[in-house]
């Protein structure tokens, strides 16, 4: 998957089924919590910074290998 330099949207993250599976499994049923789906339109770079907050800078890094490999 293209993740445009990490300006993918998390819109267009959700809307493939394998991104939303990897986002189910690493923040469990917050993905599909409204406040995140109004943010569609934030740009995982964003995201990103958000989730330092609660995840080390190697699970980062695996989420995002992950990604690319869809």
Partial sequence: MDLKNNKI?????YKNPKALKIFEREFGDMVHHPIVKASFSMPLSKML?????????EKIQQILKELEKI
């Fill in 49 to 57: 910074a958000i989730a330092k907050n609660k995840l080390s800078p």
């Fill in 9 to 13: 949207t998390l819109g267009e993250l």
